[in-house]
């Protein structure tokens, strides 16, 4: 398939549409409203479920056929206990990703455990 330039700006711009308007439409919704502060109790533990789910898939499960590994990524479990300390202690999201791949690469790198 040959696409064209056309056919390349098109993508562009439905891509950037279909990321602007979620957040766009419910910014207008809420931006006349007020929101009941039970609600922006909720929204604060969005961020940290999400990441929770991100790992936890990333060091338990295997994508190619949807099984439970166990205790087979050794590395990554530990990495993720580590993170989850930093995490609790600084409070940074930034500072815990860093570290997290920083130990899994040092982990992964020399061999210590399988990753």
Known sequence: MNYSLLDHGLIVIFSAIAAFLPRYIPLRIFATRKIPEWFNEWMKYVPVS???ALIVKDIFMDTSDYSFIGIERLGKIVA???VLGV???TR???LSVIIGLVLVFAIHFFGWMPV
Do not use: D, H, N, Y
């Open 87 to 89: 995490a609790s202690k």
């Open 50 to 52: 999400l990441f929770t």
């Open 80 to 82: 993720a206990i580590v």
């Open 92 to 94: 940074s999201m930034g």
